[in-house]
C-alpha cells in the first residue's frame, strides 16, 4: 500500500441502541480511490460524517496524515485537506456557480481574500464543465450540474482527500459517463477518492479497491474481483444474479474467481 493518508482506528457510533457503525478499523493509502459499498443502512454515509467531524464518535480514533482529527470540527478538518460531496446536493441556491465555488476555497482557508478565491473557483468551474454556466444561480441548474457545482465546490478547497457521496444518483447513462470521466481526471491529480455509490457496474469499473459495510461492519475489503468472489458479500448485499452478470461481463464464470 502506498503512504497511509487516512487511518480510522475501532471507529465507533451509537444511535440509542442502534449501533450504526461498528468498530471499523482501515487506512486508505494517498492516491488510492476506493469505493464503499453496503445495503441501505449499512452505515457508509454516516462512517464519512464521522470522518468529516459532521457526527460526534461514540469511540475510535480517526488519524489524517499522521495527525489525531478525532475531536476536530468540520471546518478544521476541511481546512485540513479533507472534502465532501453530499448524497442530497446543497449548493446555496439563491447565489450563483461562481460564488458557490468561491465560498468552498474562502471556507477552507486555501483563498486569502476575494481574489485568490474567484482564481480558485473559475479554476475548478473550468475543470468541472460548468464555465458557460458561472453566472447562473445554483437553483437554475439540472440535477447533473447540480452534482458538477458539488464537485467544483469541494475541488475549490484543495482536497487531498475528497469523499463522493452518490454522484451517480439521478443521473442518466450519458450522464453516468461525465460523471466517470471527470472522476478519472480527479484522480489524475494525485486525489485521494472514496465513492460511495450504489451503482455497483459504475464502482467496479472506476475503483482498484472495495470495502463492505453491512451492519456498521466491516465485511470485506479488497479487489473488485475478491469482493465480487466473496460468499458473505453476495449473501448480504451483491446476489447471485449480479455477481453472475459481472462475470461474464468482466471475465471468469459463476465457479471460478476473475483474473487478471
Known sequence: MP??????????????????????????????VVG????????KTTLVNLITGFTPKTAGKVFFE??????????????GGIARTFQIVQPFPEMTVMENVMAG????????????????AHESIEFTGLTSHIGHLASELSLANRKRLELAKSLAME???????????????SEHDAALELIRKVATRGVTIIIIEHLLKIIFSVVKRIIVLHHGAMLSDGSPRDVINDPEVIKAYIGHKFAQRYRNEFGGDATQPLSG
Do not use: C
Open 66 to 79: 499522521g495527525r489525531d482529527i478525532t475531536a476536530a470540527a468540520p471546518h478544521e478538518i476541511a481546512r
Open 36 to 43: 464503499l459499498i453496503g445495503p441501505n443502512g449499512a452505515g
Open 3 to 32: 503512504e497511509v493518508l487516512l487511518r480510522l482506528e475501532n471507529l465507533t457510533r451509537h444511535f440509542g441502541g442502534v449501533v450504526a457503525v461498528n468498530q471499523v478499523t482501515l487506512s486508505i493509502g494517498a492516491g488510492e
Open 105 to 120: 476555497a474562502l471556507f477552507s482557508g486555501h483563498a486569502d481574500d476575494m481574489r485568490a478565491a474567484r482564481e480558485k
Open 159 to 173: 482536497p487531498r482527500l475528497l469523499f463522493l457521496d452518490e454522484v451517480n444518483a439521478g443521473l442518466n447513462t
